[in-house]
Nanobody, 114 residues
Framework: QVQLVESGGGLVQAGGSLRLSCAAS????????MGWYRQAPGKQRELVAA???????NYADSVKGRFTISRDNAKNTVWLQMNNLEPEDTAVYYC????????WGQGTQGTVSS
């Protein structure tokens, strides 16, 4: 079973940037789609970005134009570049397949101050 480790979160001011990384313990090459999800306090976990094995991407409307997802199948890593961050982006960020069939990692906290 592939294990996922997220990193790169932190505290930034509104308008700042964070780059999140998701390292998988096994190959993600055979996983068609990988995604970044987030869960804000008191809210359900939501998908914010997804990337297919061939590189096609899709984004939630709330992050379109600000977030960029990428993957390197050879390195078994998925990234999420987050720019122009808003306080509403404060959440714990997780990666998983799409649909999420892998064991969830611990996530990484991203906090945006106003």
């Amino acid at each position: 079973q592939v294990q996922l480790v997220e990193s790169g979160g932190g505290l930034v001011q509104a308008g700042g940037s964070l780059r999140l990384s998701c390292a998988a313990s096994g190959s993600i090459f055979s996983i068609n789609a990988m995604g970044w999800y987030r869960q804000a306090p008191g809210k359900q976990r939501e998908l914010v970005a997804a990337i297919a094995r061939v590189g096609i991407t899709n984004y939630a409307d709330s992050v379109k134009g600000r977030f960029t997802i990428s993957r390197d199948n050879a390195k078994n890593t998925v990234w999420l570049q987050m720019n122009n961050l808003e306080p509403e982006d404060t959440a714990v960020y997780y990666c998983n397949s799409l649909p999420p069939t892998l064991t969830w990692g611990q996530g990484t906290q991203g906090t945006v101050s106003s």
